[in-house]
């Protein structure tokens, strides 16, 4: 998960002058998860935990948070709304202060919902999408950067989607924020360099979970399976800029590999 130079650590080697060397292990993090209460970031986060990392989830509804802790003794949890920008203040400071040995961030938290163009009816879903899929994260990037940035090593792992790379023209604005989470994540990867701070994008194909009603959808893997797959990249892929498992790189690799067209038109048939 973390940018190391060695075997059974996270992330690529980059090496520069301007590059600080980074040796963060796969286990003995303290790792924040807004967006962790379901789906793909419970999941992530509960495997983390199981790999010997300290973990900190974080979402809007706190009887959920107490469930979850309750269900896994040394999971913590922190209130956060990231379409609220004082919420996203006041957690900040409270991981910040009570887990000052935080060193790695995971901007998980997001929405998909469907929209219908032909009318403007579909605004006020778009406008929570950017809310939440991308000023949130954006949100997340300001409060902790600097917090980050002043570890010798740190990782900020952005969640983008294969999503990102042919959009589903049933979820258009969900599509467009993952897109530009993928070029936001380039840019931050190159502005971060002369720190500490490794920035891993983690692109996932359609799984099985809640968003968007996908739990026993055919097409969609199988949440346990992109976890175990997830975790052994991370474990095997010291240079890895971004998470690709098999089955999201008919999306990412479509436009280098002239399929675009082909795949976009799969896509529409959704």
Same mark, same amino acid.
């Given at each position: 998960?973390?940018?190391? #130079?060695?075997p059974g650590?996270?992330?690529p @080697?980059?090496e520069c002058p301007? @590059? +600080? =060397?980074?040796?963060?292990?796969?286990?003995?993090?303290?790792?924040f998860?807004?967006?962790? @209460?379901?789906?793909?970031?419970?999941g992530?986060?509960l495997?983390?935990h199981?790999?010997?990392?300290?973990?900190?989830?974080?979402?809007?509804?706190?009887?959920? *948070?107490?469930?979850?802790? #309750?269900e896994h003794?040394?999971? /913590?949890?922190?209130?956060?709304?990231?379409?609220? =920008? !004082?919420?996203?203040?006041?957690?900040?400071?409270?991981?910040?202060?009570?887990f000052?040995?935080?060193?790695?961030?995971?901007?998980?938290?997001?929405?998909?919902?469907?929209?219908?163009f032909h @009318?403007g009816d579909? *605004?006020?879903?778009?406008? #929570?999408?950017v809310?939440?899929?991308?000023?949130?994260?954006?949100?997340l990037? #300001?409060?902790?950067?600097?917090?980050?940035a002043?570890?010798?090593?740190?990782?900020?792992?952005?969640?983008? !989607?294969?999503l990102?790379?042919?959009?589903?023209?049933?979820?258009?604005?969900?599509?467009?924020?993952?897109?530009a989470?993928h070029?936001?994540?380039?840019?931050l990867?190159?502005?971060?360099?002369?720190?500490?701070?490794q920035v891993? /994008?983690?692109v996932?194909?359609a799984v099985?979970?809640?968003?968007?009603?996908?739990e026993?959808? /055919?097409?969609?893997?199988?949440?346990e399976?992109?976890l175990?797959?997830v975790?052994t *990249?991370?474990?095997? +892929? =010291?240079?890895?800029d971004?998470?690709?498992?098999?089955?999201v790189?008919?999306l990412?690799?479509? /436009?280098?590999?002239?399929s675009?067209?082909?795949?976009?038109? *799969?896509? &529409? &048939?959704?």
């Amino acid at each position: 998960m973390l940018r190391t #130079a060695a075997p059974g650590r996270l992330g690529p @080697t980059q090496e520069c002058p301007e @590059t +600080r =060397p980074h040796t963060v292990k796969i286990s003995g993090n303290t790792i924040f998860i807004p967006g962790a @209460t379901s789906g793909i970031g419970l999941g992530l986060a509960l495997r983390l935990h199981a790999a010997g990392n300290k973990v900190i989830i974080a979402g809007r509804r706190e009887e959920q *948070l107490r469930r979850i802790t #309750a269900e896994h003794p040394g999971v /913590e949890s922190v209130v956060i709304d990231t379409t609220d =920008p !004082s919420s996203v203040k006041k957690a900040a400071e409270t991981v910040q202060t009570r887990f000052p040995e935080t060193n790695v961030l995971i901007t998980m938290a997001g929405i998909m919902r469907p929209e219908d163009f032909h @009318t403007g009816d579909f *605004l006020g879903t778009a406008e #929570a999408t950017v809310d939440t899929n991308l000023l949130g994260p954006l949100r997340l990037i #300001a409060a902790f950067t600097e917090f980050l940035a002043a570890k010798p090593e740190a990782t900020l792992m952005t969640v983008s !989607s294969g999503l990102a790379f042919v959009p589903l023209p049933l979820t258009p604005t969900y599509s467009a924020t993952k897109a530009a989470i993928h070029s936001l994540t380039s840019a931050l990867r190159v502005q971060l360099a002369d720190t500490g701070v490794q920035v891993i /994008e983690l692109v996932p194909p359609a799984v099985r979970t809640a968003l968007m009603g996908q739990e026993n959808a /055919e097409n969609a893997m199988p949440l346990e399976d992109y976890l175990s797959e997830v975790m052994t *990249l991370l474990e095997t +892929r =010291p240079d890895a800029d971004e998470i690709l498992v098999e089955n999201v790189k008919l999306l990412r690799f479509a /436009e280098a590999n002239g399929s675009y067209d082909e795949v976009l038109g *799969l896509l &529409s &048939s959704h």
